[in-house]
């Protein structure tokens, strides 16, 4: 089983709709979880971390299930500018060592 | 200014040459790394040093090669290299904690 994996997609949704992701862990000793951003051709950044009381910033949504080790990500109100691939990020008990799973990707339509 | 950078952005190179990737940082950070990302999209740790001292070493192959000199550099030294070797590399850095990690705009690696 990977460290961390995610459906890689694509998602294609249109302006304005809902869409959500799961990602999975397999340690259950993990310490934080984050989920990154990566454009086409570009480096990945950290669009937010992920609390275990579930945090919101914005349009977008993180939530941590510690028992059944996933994690999710929702985005709502879709725009254009969401299109890119959405990396799920594990930081095990050994630090100074991000797990990345391998994106899932999102195209938003007009 | 940018906070992780990276030279040289894109690189064509033949099979056995012997390549070096540039990395700086100015965000004062203790750690430093190199990532690979292979043509799946799949981003993988291959070093992780913290203070110039090495505590990350995943299996690489022998002909990767990190070098610090200080905590705000950390390069990359490929030699011999190999057809599948071409992916993008990235540089990062991130406070002690390793928490949050910020990226270079990476390194394109073509070997013909």
């Known amino acids: 089983r990977k460290e961390v994996e995610q459906d890689p997609g694509p998602f294609n949704v249109p302006e304005g709709a809902t869409v959500a992701f799961n990602c999975t862990y397999s340690n259950s000793a993990s310490q934080s979880f984050f989920w990154y951003r990566q454009d086409c051709r570009k480096e990945p950044k950290l669009l937010m971390s992920?609390?275990?009381s579930g945090n919101e910033d914005g349009r977008f949504t993180a939530q941590l299930n510690r028992a059944s080790q996933y994690i999710s990500l929702l985005i709502r109100d879709s725009k254009l500018s969401d299109s890119a691939t959405y990396l799920c990020v594990v930081n095990p008990v050994t630090a100074s060592k991000l797990t990345f799973g391998t994106g899932t990707r999102l195209q938003v339509t007009l | 200014d940018t906070a992780v950078s990276q030279t040289p952005k894109y690189l064509v190179t033949q099979m056995g040459n012997d390549k070096s990737i540039k990395c700086e940082q100015n965000?004062?950070?203790?750690?430093m790394y190199w990532y690979k990302q292979d043509s799946k999209k799949f981003l993988k740790i291959m070093f992780s040093?913290?203070?110039?001292?090495?505590?990350i070493n995943e299996t690489v192959p022998n002909r990767f090669s990190p070098k610090s000199p200080d905590k705000a550099h950390l390069n990359l030294h490929i030699n011999s290299l190999e057809l599948g070797d071409s992916a993008v590399y990235f540089c990062?850095?991130?406070?002690?904690?390793?928490?949050?990690?910020?990226f270079g705009e990476g390194s394109w690696l073509t070997v013909v």
């Open positions: 965000l004062g950070h203790d750690t």
């Open positions: 040093y913290n203070n110039k001292e090495l505590i």
């Open positions: 990062a850095s991130s406070p002690l904690s390793g928490n949050t990690i910020y």
């Open positions: 992920v609390y275990s």
